[in-house]
Nanobody, 125 residues
Framework: VQLQASGGGLVQAGGSLRLSCAASGSIFSINVMGWYRQAPGKERELVAHITSGGSTNYADSVKGRFTISRDNAKNTVYLQMNSLKPEDTAVYYC????????????????????WGQGTLVTVSS
């Protein structure tokens, strides 16, 4: 499975960005797709994930501001980010987990065997 992320950039606080992640390869094995982020000096953390059936989970820090969605026909997952804050500045990674991955693993990077290259989001104050 290959994941190609795009859509990062520089935006002012309060602005919006939409990230995209296109999956290719053995996508039939993929159930959950998610977005993680990693700020300088910090651990990689879950932003949101979505199952093939559309169930979603968000980090508390982004609830109400970010929306994850998925187009199964295009094998693409999106992250709409609104009301961005400087603390949202990070490299954002898309990730994919296989069918059969237990739920408790989906909130940790180790639960995802497939990763995209990362896209930088910078929010200026």
């Amino acid at each position: 499975v290959q994941l190609q992320a795009s859509g990062g950039g520089l935006v002012q606080a309060g602005g919006s960005l939409r990230l995209s992640c296109a999956a290719s390869g053995s996508i039939f094995s993929i159930n959950v797709m998610g977005w993680y982020r990693q700020a300088p000096g910090k651990e990689r953390e879950l932003v949101a994930h979505i199952t093939s059936g559309g169930s979603t989970n968000y980090a508390d820090s982004v609830k109400g501001r970010f929306t994850i969605s998925r187009d199964n026909a295009k094998n693409t997952v999106y992250l709409q980010m609104n009301s961005l804050k400087p603390e949202d500045t990070a490299v954002y990674y898309c990730a994919a987990a296989k069918y059969g991955t237990i739920s408790s693993s989906l909130v940790r990077p180790s639960g995802y065997p497939h990763w995209g290259q990362g896209t930088l989001v910078t929010v200026s104050s």
